[in-house]
């Protein structure tokens, strides 16, 4: 037996990621989401969506320099990522006041939060207002690893990463969780000779 539940956009898990851009003056702001997606293999792509009806400055600034950077947060910089999702840019000097430091991005121009061990660098490709939210896809340029979340096939590792899972429902982080199975191989039990 189902329930329904409250209207809204499910977004739960994902992770919770930082999208940093530069503004008019050249200056780094940042902005945590949740609403986040891979949308295209050729050229490789991704998504965000940002409430264009609450006026987030980082969206005023990627739609401005046309460019965006993604980073990974890990669950031990919850605390950082939570408040570069709580304050606005407009009022607050985010990224330094949580002791984060920026570099420029080596092929957009965008910032790069040095702490973040994930990092990946798209230029806006396509931008569409769906509702309350600006989905601005964004073509990955870019994508820049810390060495030590990578293993020795030199593929980054979740393990060592350490994304934050956003429970929307319950308003929560949590860590990932233990492999549980091979991915395009565990459902081949299933496949008849
Ligand atoms: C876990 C989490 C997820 C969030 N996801 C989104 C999102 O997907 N889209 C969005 O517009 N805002 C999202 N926010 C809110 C913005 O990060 C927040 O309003 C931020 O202060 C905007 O900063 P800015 O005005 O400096 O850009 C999220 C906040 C948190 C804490």
Not at 80 to 105: P, R
Not at 181 to 188: N, S, T, V
Request: contains cysteine.
């Amino acid at each position: 037996m189902k329930k329904s539940l409250k209207l809204r956009a499910v977004v739960s898990p994902t992770p919770a990621i930082i999208a940093a851009a530069y503004d008019e003056k050249g200056k780094a702001d940042a902005c945590t989401l949740a609403f986040y997606t891979p949308s295209s293999h050729k050229p490789p792509c991704l998504t965000i969506a940002i409430n264009a009806t609450a006026k987030r400055r980082t969206l005023k600034s990627i739609l401005h320099s046309g460019a965006f950077t993604i980073g990974y947060p890990s669950i031990e910089q919850a605390a950082e990522a939570d408040y570069i999702g709580i304050a606005s840019g407009y009022e607050h000097d985010k990224i330094a006041e949580v002791g984060w430091t920026v570099t420029k991005a080596e092929k957009v121009n965008a910032p790069v939060i040095n702490e973040l061990k994930l990092v990946i660098e798209c230029k806006v490709v396509n931008t569409v207002t769906i509702g309350s939210h600006v989905q601005i896809t964004g073509e990955v340029v870019n994508i820049q690893a810390d060495e030590g979340i990578l293993d020795e096939r030199g593929k980054y590792s979740l393990e060592k990463l350490k994304p934050i899972i956003y429970d929307e429902e319950n308003w929560r982080y949590l860590a990932v969780g233990e492999k549980a199975a091979d991915a395009f191989k565990c459902g081949l039990v299933f496949k008849k000779a």
